[in-house]
């Protein structure tokens, strides 16, 4: 059976009574070219443990099970893992677990922590799974994920590239080194989104950029002066961050910044300088969420 061929997608999925549950954002990937770009991002040998996460009917899978000692696919569709234990079922190492993964652990839910992890991940909760992906202590090597191409663009986004540089920027970032692998077409899922998606590889690091600075005070400070990015940064760090002007300017300028840019122009290197001018506190060499 190939699921990866629409007509087989189509086919199954009639057989079990099963439409895409667009509330879940499901979008089953049906382009051959786009399955190989994921598989080869993802660098696979024998000796990798895979964490799937929204594996759908199991096309992506059955790929990455030929290619890795093991693969764990978490799936919260109940419907979805009935079809997956009937597309999967010659992959004897393939385990298939019906769990939320903004909700389960998920570095245990394997027989193995995972050395990869790779997912299509819903647009609607694209942030939350990044940071459960990459921000634990557990991170694997490589992480990669089919994301809308608007998100993709903002997790690469550098400080030369404008207003696209936000929080999910830095976030990312301080984890990983970030590259868009190839953009994805609407036409390459069944049913099609009306916007393009995007492969992303995210290489991360053994410790966060921010440390020795303690992880939710700095990243709540890069919240706090990005909800004010409209602003210079003389002003946007005399709001939520609770910054006076005159402390404001020195700090910046200590820090070799204009006090007239903008949060989206500031280097990852220099956010974390500003962080430590204006007192954010260091904290234990990592934590998990």
């Not at 786009?34 to 759908?56: H, K, N, Q, R, T």
């Not at 027989?111 to 790779?118: F, G, K, L, S, W």
């Not at 299509?120 to 459960?132: A, G, H, K, S, W």
Request: charged residues 25%; contains cysteine; hydrophobic residues 45%.
């Amino acid at each position: 059976m190939d699921v990866a061929d629409p007509r087989g997608l189509k086919s199954v999925l009639r057989r079990h009574g099963v439409r895409a549950a667009t509330s879940l954002g499901q979008r089953f990937l049906v382009d051959r070219g786009v399955l190989g770009a994921i598989i080869d991002a993802a660098e696979l040998s024998a000796e990798d443990d895979v964490l799937e996460v929204g594996p759908g009917p199991g096309v992506l899978t059955a790929q990455l099970a030929e290619r890795a000692r093991s693969v764990t696919a978490v799936e919260i569709d109940e419907r979805m893992v009935a079809v997956l234990r009937d597309t999967l079922a010659g992959h004897v190492n393939v385990r298939i677990v019906r769990a939320d993964a903004l909700e389960v652990d998920l570095f245990a839910v394997g027989e193995r922590r995972p050395t990869r992890i790779v997912a299509n991940v819903p647009y609607q909760i694209t942030t939350p799974l990044l940071e459960r992906f990459i921000g634990d202590d557990r991170r694997p090597p490589l992480v990669v994920v089919l994301v809308q191409e608007e998100v993709a663009r903002r997790i690469v986004a550098t400080a030369a590239s404008g207003k696209e540089r936000g929080y999910l920027s830095i976030f990312v970032q301080s984890f990983a080194e970030a590259a868009i692998v190839r953009r994805v077409p609407p036409s390459a899922f069944r049913p099609a989104p009306k916007v393009s998606s995007a492969v992303v590889a995210l290489r991360t690091r053994t410790r966060p950029a921010f440390e020795p600075l303690e992880r939710h005070a700095f990243l709540r400070f890069v919240s706090d002066v990005f909800r004010h990015r409209r602003k210079q940064l003389r002003g946007a760090l005399g709001h939520e961050a609770g910054v006076s002007p005159d402390r404001a300017v020195a700090a910046l300028r200590a820090c070799g910044i204009e006090p007239r840019r903008r949060a989206e122009e500031l280097t990852l290197d220099e956010w974390v300088a500003l962080a430590r001018a204006l007192g954010v506190p260091a904290g234990p060499a990592s934590a998990r969420p």
